[in-house]
């Protein structure tokens, strides 16, 4: 349902470097699917990805790949250069389908408080750094801009 | 007013800021501690040798900073979670003291912030959760990430940008008073939505100041104060609160509330046996605009929804029923970049009647520190003698 984004590769932006933990959240994005945790003892989904579940505490935790579609909770618009990012650049809270929130970028879109309503449908895609996949996301009608 | 042990048995018995505050190339981070730390052991009326403890954040660190000031302390507090530590220090001083553990414990702060002399380079991780969740979407510090949670914050509370904007309207008046303040040019609403736009919603003028300077506090019992002391005013430690949530602001649990406010100083009223009427002043950590709004509200000073107009109805301004942040704060006064120190001085100050801005009979005064970006928190209910 999502595929990998090829070319935008920049490779002055910053790359994230995963840790044994993480490396699964990693190795899906590169692979073009948005994997998060849910505890399997009290079903609840989370996220950063972490060896426990930050709600009831169980070790019992698995991986499933989340539908990649979200709104938007909260945004800046970034007039700060940073390096290899576009001037402005959207920095967002989004809330994933499944309930977790993550912090991302909102691509394809008018960087303009118009065109960014709260609560806006949106969709996950990934940005090639290198060797890494990064999750951002567009508007799911991002093509009436 | 109070609980059943007599909260009036530690106390400030000095403060101190550096002899100036803005940008001082000459000074360096190890230098602000020290010279602030000698001003507010000179201000108590003691001696370095009377000092036994030693608070500070982890830069450059309790150990170092009594080394240089030539103290052996035999208590010591590293704590070190963003600007309101100082905040923490003075809580757990408070128990040390109590528990017999120091005398006089020694509370510093000191923050190249705008210089970076003596500085440590700000780190560059690629590892952490922080590294791995937030930094690679283009983050730039503080004003790109803090910052996120408001647009939400105003969609759902009702207050507005215009309010949001007259935080920094109000806190210009207070450093309109001060002379040690960076910035005293009053503004109005439009000049602060006018100004440069660093992240939508936020303009310059919404953002805080970075300065360079430092502080410091001796903190006593009472019995210690009153034998050893000078005769200014003492200012009691009348409750203590802390508490931290989340490292990542994208993270926080509701972004139109900030759930360590609520806590901490829940259990500070709850020490202090006041509550938010018997406030005469109020200092809440101002980094950005819209952190006084969220202080306001989650402390329960005023209802959701209620703390732009109570801002921009002037209540928070000279002549307003509660005043805050009347060094200027974080906006107008100076913002080293952990502020903390700053508030609970200006605090002291007024306790004292010794402010640039001084507000009359206050008896009571609140301070509310933040740490990172809404993580952690402490509050103090402070009292005059
Ligand atoms: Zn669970």
């Not at chain 2, 170092?64 to 208590?75: N, S």
């Not at chain 2, 509550?275 to 605009?289: C, E, K, R, V």
Request: proline residues 7%; negative net charge; glycine residues 10%.
């Amino acid at each position: 349902m999502t595929s990998p984004q090829s070319g935008g590769s920049a490779p002055d932006k910053f790359v994230p470097k995963a840790t044994p933990e993480t490396q699964p959240y990693w190795d899906a994005a590169a692979a073009g699917r948005l994997d998060i945790q849910r505890c399997t003892a009290c079903e609840r989904p989370f996220f950063y990805p972490r060896t426990s579940c930050p709600h009831c505490g169980s070790e019992k935790v698995a991986w499933f790949t989340a539908s990649g579609r979200a709104t938007l909770y909260s945004y800046v618009i970034s007039e700060r250069p940073a390096p290899g990012f576009p001037t402005p650049t959207v920095i967002a809270t989004v809330e994933l389908e499944e309930g977790p929130r993550m912090m991302t970028n909102i691509v394809d879109v008018d960087p303009t408080p118009e065109a960014l309503p709260l609560d806006l449908p949106l969709q996950v895609r990934f940005e090639q750094r290198g060797e890494v996949a990064v999750p951002v996301f567009a508007p799911i009608d991002g093509g009436d801009r | 007013m109070s609980g059943q042990r007599n909260n009036r048995d530690v106390v400030i018995m000095g403060a101190a800021e550096t002899d100036e505050v803005g940008k001082l190339p000459h000074l360096s981070t190890l230098e602000l501690h020290t010279q602030s730390a000698r001003r507010a052991i000179a201000d108590a009326g003691l001696t370095k040798d009377q000092i036994d403890g030693l608070a500070t954040v982890s830069t450059p660190g309790p150990v170092q900073v009594a080394h240089a000031l030539g103290i052996t302390p035999t208590y010591l507090d590293g704590t070190s979670v963003g600007g309101t530590s100082f905040l923490l220090h003075v809580r757990h001083a408070v128990a040390a003291i109590r528990a017999g553990y120091a005398d006089v414990v020694l509370v510093t702060h000191g923050e190249s912030g705008r210089s970076r002399v003596g500085a440590p380079p700000y780190p560059r991780q690629s590892d952490s959760p922080l590294a791995q969740f937030e930094m690679p979407y283009g983050v730039m510090g503080p004003p790109t990430t803090f910052t996120v949670p408001t647009l939400r914050f105003l969609h759902e509370t009702g207050n507005t940008l215009e309010q949001l904007a007259e935080v920094a309207v109000a806190q210009r008046r207070w450093s309109a008073r001060n002379p040690r303040a960076m910035f005293r040019e009053e503004v109005g609403v439009d000049d602060v939505l006018g100004a440069r736009m660093v992240a939508y919603p936020f303009t310059l003028l919404m953002c805080c100041l970075v300065t360079d300077g430092g502080g410091a506090l001796a903190v006593a019992s009472r019995e210690f104060a009153e034998a050893h002391g000078t005769d200014k005013p003492l200012v009691s430690v009348l409750g203590t609160g802390e508490a931290a949530t989340t490292p990542m602001v994208s993270q926080m649990e509701d972004m139109t509330t900030c759930r360590q406010f609520t806590l901490s100083s829940q259990r500070a009223f709850k020490e202090a046996g006041v509550g938010t009427t018997d406030i005469d002043h109020l200092m809440i950590y101002d980094a950005f605009a819209h952190v006084p709004l969220y202080g306001l509200e989650d402390m329960g000073f005023v209802g959701r929804g209620e703390s732009g107009a109570f801002v921009a109805e002037g209540h928070t301004s000279p002549g307003g029923r509660l005043p805050m942040n009347t060094n200027g704060g974080g906006l107008s006064y100076t913002h080293t970049g952990m502020y903390g120190m700053f508030a609970i001085q200006e605090s002291v100050r007024q306790l004292r009647g010794e402010a640039a801005a001084q507000v009359d009979g206050v008896e009571t005064s609140l301070v509310l520190g933040n740490g990172g970006m809404f993580m952690s928190a402490a509050t103090l209910i402070l009292g005059r003698g």
